[in-house]
């Protein structure tokens, strides 16, 4: 149970700034996901907020508690890492017991049901005896988020835990996490990844952060459907929201639109753009179909099923009425 | 068919070649240690005839089993410190951020550069300074200074190696600098610690120049002083037997914690040179 908040923090590596000024409150019990392109300073910010890396300027509190100086495990965090980090030379019992084994006067019966609880939660209680190097990718990092959850942490960190495992394994972990926040409904949760998918399935809020500030927080569906800025509105979603800009833009009374593909149709006449089919990806449940409008990139469409429209043909296409994105020559929407 | 069979020949009378010249010497210590007499001085490839004599003569001849008991003594001690020493100071190197980390690393290499007999005089003085002249502790001071750089590079290198994830999953689970470096690091480093630990007392096990300068008396001498030393009846008699009986019972220990520790040792100097 804590409640995160950050006063305009900063982080420089010597003469370079990452972290330019972020303030930003958790709420206790939040799923809160940092997404954004690599080198925004989200990973850095996990890293301040963990207490792995040092504050260079700013405030940061955990329920009204300054822990500027306070390191990682007095703060009450439990991180897990990328690449795992489970200790090579420990079987999975011990990997997860050893941060209790620290804490001094700890009954050792209490250890093993702590332990035993979270092996239970993430159904690794079969391995317990095993070797780390013994275990697949899955495995292990679900030992990784054991090792955190045995020590009952204030809040939780992620650092983009599913960017080593496969496809399919992604998407079942993403959904064991899901299943976890559920669960463990007291504990604040942060999680980093530059992948919209997962911000978008597992966040109650989503930080989206460029160039070490924060661009826009909301839930997943206020990103979505009023995004602050260019940048967020091509961010989140996919496939990617069209940009149309200049003279094609000009019905709109905007210097650039933007409309996401699913918002779009593709009408016999009367559209508002046309241009031919150059390129159609087929997947089945949907289709996206390339359509050169005369924009500087292809305008994207979605169609359910597969499609019926082959390359070379002239299409008309036009926007869902109240789905036009409009935005001003800095960016910013216009509402 | 017959090019293949002549590489193969080649490639082991080569190996034989190498065996020999490798292994011979020794053989030959042996060999004579185990002769009495005249017989020492009758060159012969296969024992003739196998006699304890010298054995008996040289353990109980003045100090010899107390000089090998130095010996054991400081080269254990020498590997204990120095790789306590090297174990701490490398954490600090490869792992805490500091000015002038590079150039102190570069300055501890720079260190072993240095020939023994080009500091033996000022190192003679700061053991007289200390008060430790004559005594085990002389030797394992100088020792413990010229096996440390090795020691800090080797592990030093190993331990950047270790991923620095690890280290931080060890932070947030509360682990303290030391806590780290026992519970974590060195279970992972072994095969660099026996290596590492191996050769500092090879090296301290054979010292002979500061051992000979550092001590005076019989009983605080160390083995190899000792057999250098060894006197026969007169001045013009040289104990050969018994000398070859000394340089048997020394080597034996070396060639043990060798073949001990060989699998770790092979892991180890390949360990740190390719990832993985």
């Known amino acids: 149970m804590a409640k995160i908040e950050l006063k305009d923090i900063r982080k420089s590596f010597g003469a370079v700034e990452v972290i330019k000024g972020v303030s930003l409150d958790i709420r206790s019990g939040e799923f809160m996901v940092f997404v954004g392109p690599s080198g925004c300073g989200k990973s850095t910010l996990l890293r301040l907020i963990s207490g792995l890396e040092d504050i260079t300027a700013g405030e940061m509190s955990f ?113 064991e996490i899901a299943k976890l926040h559920e669960s463990m409904r007291d504990t604040t949760m942060v999680y980093v990844t530059h992948d919209q998918v997962e911000a978008m399935t597992l966040a109650d809020r989503i930080c989206v952060l460029r160039d070490g500030l924060v661009e826009q927080v909301g839930t997943p569906m206020e990103l979505y459907e009023k995004p602050d800025s260019m940048f967020v509105a091509g961010f989140i979603g996919s496939p990617k929201m069209n940009f149309i800009s200049g003279k094609l833009a000009e019905g709109f009374n905007a210097p650039t639109v933007g409309v996401r593909g699913e918002h779009l149709v593709i009408k016999p006449s009367d559209g508002v753009w046309s241009g031919e089919v150059i390129h159609s990806e087929n997947l089945g449940s949907d289709s996206y179909i390339y359509v050169n409008v005369g924009s500087e990139e292809p305008v994207v469409v979605r169609e359910d099923g597969a499609t019926k429209h082959a390359v070379g043909e002239h299409v008309e296409i036009a926007p869902i009425d109240g789905r036009v994105h409009r935005f001003d020559k800095a960016g910013k929407p216009i509402r | 068919m017959a090019w293949a069979y002549t590489k193969k020949a080649a490639f082991y009378l080569l190996v034989l070649v190498i065996v020999v010249v490798s292994v011979f010497p020794f053989y030959y210590a042996i060999l004579t240690s185990f002769k009495s007499g005249t017989d020492l001085f009758r060159i012969t490839y296969w024992p003739t005839s196998i006699s304890f004599d010298n054995y008996l003569s040289v353990l109980n001849q003045g100090s010899f089993p107390r000089n090998v008991l130095n010996s054991i003594f400081v080269s254990t001690l020498v590997v204990v410190l120095a790789l306590f020493l090297a174990v701490t100071a490398s954490f600090a190197l490869s792992r805490v951020r500091f000015r002038g980390r590079g150039l102190l690393l570069m300055t501890i290499l720079a260190v072993s550069m240095f020939p023994q007999i080009a500091v033996l005089a000022g190192l003679f003085e700061v053991i007289r300074g200390l008060g ?32 620095i994830e690890i280290e931080e999953a060890a932070i ?43 001590t005076s008396s019989n009983t605080t001498r160390t083995v190899p002083v ?39 040792i092979v892991s180890g100097l390949t360990a740190g040179g390719v990832k993985g």
């Open chain 2, 226 to 264: 000792a057999i250098a030393l060894l006197s026969g009846g007169s001045q013009y008699e040289i104990p050969w037997g018994n000398i070859m009986a000394a340089s048997v019972i020394v080597t034996v220990p070396l060639v043990a914690l060798v073949l001990i520790f060989q699998r770790k």
């Open chain 1, 63 to 175: 329920d009204g508690q300054v822990v500027n100086a306070l390191t990682p495990s007095k703060r009450g965090i439990a991180m897990v890492f990328q690449s795992y980090a489970l200790y090579p030379h420990m079987t999975v019992y011990e990997n997860m017991a050893f941060g209790l084994t620290l804490e001094k006067g700890k009954p050792k019966e209490e250890i093993k049901k702590r332990v035993h609880r979270a092996a239970e939660m993430l159904q690794i209680s079969d391995y317990l005896d095993r070797l780390p190097k013994q275990l697949s990718g899955g495995q292990r990092q679900r030992v990784a988020i054991g090792r955190a959850i045995t020590r009952d942490p204030r809040v939780f960190l992620f650092d983009e835990p599913l960017s080593n495992l496969d496809a399919a394994l992604r998407v079942a972990t993403r959904i």
């Open chain 2, 132 to 163: 430790i002249y004559n005594t085990p502790w002389a030797l394992i001071f100088s020792y413990t200074i010229f096996t440390l750089p090795f020691t800090v590079w080797v592990l030093t290198t190993f331990m950047r190696d270790l991923p």
């Open chain 2, 172 to 214: 947030v689970d509360g682990a303290t600098p030391w806590v780290i470096i026992r519970r974590v690091f060195m279970p992972l480093m072994w095969p660099a610690l026996v290596t590492t630990g191996l050769l500092a007392f090879i090296a301290a096990w054979n010292e002979f120049l500061f051992a000979l300068t550092f």
